[in-house]
Nanobody, 125 residues
Framework: VQLQASGGGLVQAGGSLRLSCAAS????????MGWFRQAQGKEREFIAA????????YYADSVKGRFTISRDNAKNTVYLQMNSLKPEDTAVYYC???????????????????WGQGTQVTVSS
C-alpha cells in the first residue's frame, strides 16, 4: 500500500490541526495504521495506532487526551485530529501501515511495512 500524508502546517499553541493519510490499494480495510513523528535531532516517536476495523486505538502518553486517531475505510484514509497543540508537538508526522490481525494495533515502528512521506507540523508559542 502507498501512503500520502497531508494536513500539516503552522499553528499557534492551543490550536488544532487534522492530518490525513490517504492510502492506495483495495486492501486498506485490512491494514492496521499508525502515526509517528520525528522532531529535529530526535528519534522517531510513536503517537497513535488504530486496528483495521477502527475498534481498537492506542496513544502515546504525550498525546493522550489531545490527539484522536480515526479511519474511514470507505475513503481509504486515516486521520489524526490534534487539539491543544504545544510547541513540543512540532515535528514531521508520518503515517504507517501494515497488514493487521483483527482488533490489533501496533506501536513499534519496525512492525510497519509502508510509510508515507511525512508532513510538517509547526506549533508556535
Amino acid at each position: 500500500v502507498q501512503l500520502q500524508a497531508s494536513g500539516g502546517g503552522l499553528v499557534q499553541a492551543g490550536g488544532s490541526l487534522r492530518l490525513s493519510c490517504a492510502a492506495s490499494g483495495r486492501t486498506f480495510s485490512t491494514y492496521a495504521m499508525g502515526w509517528f513523528r520525528q522532531a529535529q535531532g530526535k528519534e522517531r516517536e510513536f503517537i497513535a495506532a488504530i486496528s483495521w476495523s477502527g475498534a481498537s486505538t492506542y496513544y502515546a502518553d504525550s498525546v493522550k487526551g489531545r490527539f484522536t486517531i480515526s479511519r474511514d475505510n470507505a475513503k481509504n484514509t486515516v486521520y489524526l485530529q490534534m487539539n491543544s497543540l504545544k510547541p513540543e508537538d512540532t515535528a514531521v508526522y508520518y503515517c504507517a501501515a501494515r497488514a493487521g490481525v483483527s482488533g490489533t494495533y501496533y506501536v513499534a515502528d519496525y512492525e510497519y511495512t509502508s510509510w508515507g512521506q511525512g508532513t510538517q507540523v509547526t506549533v508556535s508559542s
